[in-house]
């Protein structure tokens, strides 16, 4: 794959799905959607895009530029275009705050980028997300008696003080996997969606109608009041209100949601799929490559990042929708 992205953008027309849609305003939905080939750094082989910033117009991701020995280099891009590389980080930069902040993890190691700078993060664990404040939130395995080590849910301070196991009644296991901007925290405990709130004051999430208590359910990401996760499908949460849905349209997975409560993820036939104002929107496939992962939606729900993909391995490349109005 070059430096430059030749993919020929491929669009889409949806405003006729939602003609005869009572509802739903003009303005909240696209009328059509392109996919295009984000740039890479020359030399690079394969590419991904792993997380954004809460508005998700900047995205992030990694780079392969070098197979003997395995080399490459983070990338952020902002609004289509490299903003900046990282070469000396580890990995991937999994997810960035609106300042840019960002954080990675790999051999059970995690490590923060700030202020142009890739510093390690004290302790064993995995990272996952990064809050406004610079928080961190991830899992370290804790060591057991007689089996393997199991995850258990931390945090970082922002300050660098170090790391602090969350919360977790009856010693459960489980992991943190994302923080809001007024710190919340989303992840899983035990066999159930879980949140820790700023207060303090800790809990499961409410199961959609018909899920039993026994199916393992998980919270993977939380913008404003909207968490998504699974619990017996894709389901949605708002926190405020305590209400759990379940997200049918969005069979295989739901990866992103914004502010508005709108959703990005895998539907039915393996292809990627919006969900504005509570309407499907089929984003445009990539022309050659067959499979599709998400990883973000814009607060306006106009931009949407992720990778497409075949098989072999190495054929990743990194991807960007532009919906117009």
């Known amino acids: 794959m070059s430096g430059a992205s030749g993919l020929v953008v491929v669009a889409l027309t949806v405003a006729g799905v939602f003609s005869q849609t009572a509802g739903v305003s003009a303005e909240a939905v696209p009328a059509a959607c392109e996919i295009g080939e984000l740039p890479t750094p020359a030399g690079t082989v394969a590419a991904t ?191 405020p209100d305590g209400t759990a849905e379940k997200v049918d349209e969005l069979q295989f997975s739901v990866d992103a949601v914004n502010e508005r409560g709108w959703m990005v993820g895998e539907g039915a036939n393996a292809g990627a799929l919006a969900i504005i104002d509570g309407q499907p929107v089929e984003l445009p496939p990539h022309p050659q490559l067959r499979g599709l992962r998400l990883a973000s939606i814009s607060s306006d729900g106009t931009i949407f990042g992720g990778t497409a993909y075949d098989r072999p391995s190495m054929s990743e490349r990194p991807v960007q929708w532009r919906c117009g109005p």
């Open 49 to 239: 895009v792993d997380g954004a910033t809460p508005e998700g117009r900047t995205l992030t991701g990694f780079a392969i530029t070098g197979l003997d020995p395995v080399d490459g280099t983070a990338v952020i891009w902002r609004d289509g275009a490299i903003s900046r590389t990282v070469e000396d980080a580890p990995s991937a930069l999994l997810d960035l705050n609106s300042r840019g902040d960002g954080v990675g993890a790999t051999n059970g190691h995690s490590w923060v980028y700030r202020d142009g700078v890739v510093r390690e993060l004290p302790g064993a664990g995995v990272a996952t997300a990064i809050g406004e404040a610079g928080q961190v939130v991830g899992s370290r395995l804790e060591p057991t008696p007689n089996g393997p080590p199991v995850a258990v849910p931390v945090v970082w301070a922002a300050d660098g003080t170090g790391m602090t196991d969350l919360p977790r009644p009856g010693g459960q296991t489980g992991r943190a996997l994302d923080i809001a901007a007024d710190g919340t925290i989303v992840g899983e405990l035990g066999v159930d969606a879980y949140t820790w709130r700023p207060d303090g004051t800790h809990g499961p999430l409410p199961r959609p109608a018909g899920v039993p208590p026994t199916e393992k359910a998980g919270a993977e990401r939380i913008t404003g009041p909207w968490v998504i996760g699974y619990a017996g499908g894709s389901v949605r949460w708002n926190l």
